[in-house]
Structure formats: C-alpha cells, structure tokens
C-alpha cells in the first residue's frame, strides 16, 4: 500500500509508507522570500510536504530539510526558507513522506 489516509477529530492526514521516493532534479530557485524551488518534472506533491534538498548551487539557503507546499506541479513553496543568491544549477529533493490535510 503506497498511502494510507488516517482521520482523526474531522482531519484526514495522508502519510506515506516510509519508503523514500526517488530524487528530483531541481532546474531554478529564486532570490529572496518566499523561496520558491522549480522541479524539472512534475513533483507530485499535493498539499504540504517534508522536503529535503541538497546541492543547489547560488542559492544555498534552499539545501535542507523543509517543509513544502505546492505551488503547481513544479514549483514548491519552502516555508521560513529566503534565497540568499541566485541560483546558478544543480540540486535534487527527495520527499520521504507525503501530508495531506
């Protein structure tokens, strides 16, 4: 089973089974806030997300761990995150688990 949806006091919270999706390729990051990261291909994120990025050059404050909301298919929103440069290549997320509420 690839999701479960649990609903608690009226929420319903999607998680995933823990198995780490394959990595994403990051083609574009912008300059201050919001931090707004462009994937290469549809990331499938629906809501809101844990997102870790690692290796994007120029814009180095986008590496780590977040959380993510979408934005559209490739673009995610990192909370609290602001781009110190511009972004100059590189980078790849991973999204080991997946919220929907």
Do not use: E, K
Not at 18 to 26: E, N, T
């Amino acid at each position: 089973m690839a999701t479960q949806a649990i609903s608690a006091l009226g929420t319903q919270v999607r998680m995933g089974n823990g198995i780490p999706l394959a990595p994403i390729a990051i083609a574009g990051a912008t300059v201050g806030f919001p931090l707004t990261l462009t994937t290469a291909v549809p990331h499938g994120v629906v809501d809101v997300t844990w997102v870790t990025v690692a290796g994007v050059g120029g814009t180095t404050t986008a590496n780590g761990s977040w959380i993510a909301a979408r934005l559209d298919p490739t673009h995610l929103w990192l909370r609290d995150a602001v781009g110190n440069a511009a972004y100059t290549g590189g980078g790849q997320s991973r999204l080991p688990i997946r919220l929907q509420w």
